[in-house]
């Protein structure tokens, strides 16, 4: 399998770029369970990265972390590392963004009250939305659940519905209902109140293209990263970052000095993104400092 990625910065900042192919082993630090919009199990995830030379990973479920220990027991057992962490739905600017905190310090109590208000954002916005959409059965079964609605609940509902075809057109569909949002946590207070308690705060594919966050140029990241000082990094590696968007975040990256990391973004196994055992030199930094 031929892996893109970005290449690496030498002790001089110089950057190569190029392709890898038949890596022995390697790292996935973006990957999603069951506990949020995922369908791998904690079991699956670990068992998929012995049988693909991965051998560190983390669990980052949209705003919750419900499968991490059950994964870091998993891991454990087969001699593979399993990073704590958590994709958190944020705004920036009113505009959304993703932000990934990683470390076992996602467990903090006071990141756990964090996490439930943004559950909680987003579910009133989920509903918003779901009463904007044709009425059915399906609907008012989401509408009158007790459960927390989630982003992935009004896609699912959108596609299983007819009114949009896949994923992207879901998204695209949901966002001219809801043109502002999904809501979520203020960014740089999400990152401070991280970084407070030792987490390690890093922007989620800045530059993927999907309707409901934004994609970045290179002069509105480096405004995020001055006006959002605690964001310790940016995920530069993304399946949906081609070859010039990897190498313009890792020159950011390099010329700020700040953490790189890398990812799938895998929700699955029947999805078409698999975890990618991506080089563990393009994160060592990051692996150095997270706990």
Known sequence: MRVPFYGRASVAGRLA????TNVPSGIDLHLHTRASDGQWTPQGLVSHAIAHGIHTIAITDHDVTTSVKSAQLCGRDAGVRVISGVEVTAQWRQTPVHLLLYGDAV????????????????DQWARACLETLPDQPARDELLTSSHTLTVADVVRFVRSSRVAGDHRQSARHIASLRPNNPPGLGLSE?????????????LAHPMRTDPLT???????????LDDVPAVQGIEVAHPHHDRAAQQALA???????????VGSDSHGPARSRRPIAWPTELAREFLARVR
Request: net charge positive; hydrophobic share 55%; charged share 20%.
């Open 190 to 202: 999400t990152a401070r109140a991280a970084l407070d308690v030792g987490a390690v705060p890093v």
């Open 251 to 261: 020159s950011v990256a390099v010329r700020r000095a700040i953490l790189t990391t």
């Open 17 to 20: 770029f190029g392709t890898l």
């Open 107 to 122: 467990l903090d109590e006071s990141i756990q009250r964090l996490l439930s208000l943004a559950r909680g954002s987003i």
């Open 214 to 224: 934004r994609t970045f140029t290179v002069v509105e990241l480096n405004a995020l």
